[in-house]
């Protein structure tokens, strides 16, 4: 991809698409994870949906600020793009969910996922969410 189309300018109400589809991954994360301990499913896509539903929110953030988009799927690029001053509460330690979006999705890997875990980034997810929405209703 070339270098000037490796960032975006989307139209503010873009944000609002966005927050949807966040709301929507969330959703499926919460799902999964009230049936964790039944191993219907892998526990690598809560992770997944999780990391889809902050990826998202940090779009619609930088939507809403109007500043360009990196048209990337790695939470600590979106991270370092995200100005100081919307005081968001997590930082470069989300960076460690995008592997759930690349190789952990067509790999068990090594790691054993627990349902502490899992909650944990559910928690979180839901956190970024609700943060990513008072800054997009505030520049609506």
């Given amino acids: 991809m070339s270098p000037s189309k490796q960032e975006r300018i989307f139209k ?3 944000a609002h698409e966005l927050l949807k589809i966040a709301n929507g991954d969330l959703g499926s994360a919460r799902i999964l994870l009230q049936h964790f301990a039944e191993e219907t499913g892998r526990a690598e896509n809560i992770f997944f949906l999780s990391q889809q539903a902050i990826e998202k929110s940090l779009k619609a953030v930088l939507c809403a600020l109007e500043l360009p988009v990196p048209m990337v799927h790695e939470l600590g690029v979106l991270v370092g793009k995200i ?21 952990r999705r067509y790999e ?5 996922l627990t349902h ?19 800054i997009v209703q ?3």
Wanted: charge should be negative; include cysteine; glycine fraction near 6%.
């Fill in 108 to 112: 068990e890997g090594p790691l054993t």
């Fill in 116 to 134: 502490e875990e899992a909650a944990d980034v559910v928690s979180k997810t839901e956190s970024i969410l609700q943060w990513a929405q008072k």
């Fill in 138 to 140: 505030c520049h609506s």
């Fill in 83 to 103: 100005p100081a001053s919307t005081n968001m509460e997590f930082g470069y330690e989300l960076a460690g969910l995008s592997e759930f979006a690349s190789i």
């Fill in 12 to 14: 503010k109400e873009y």
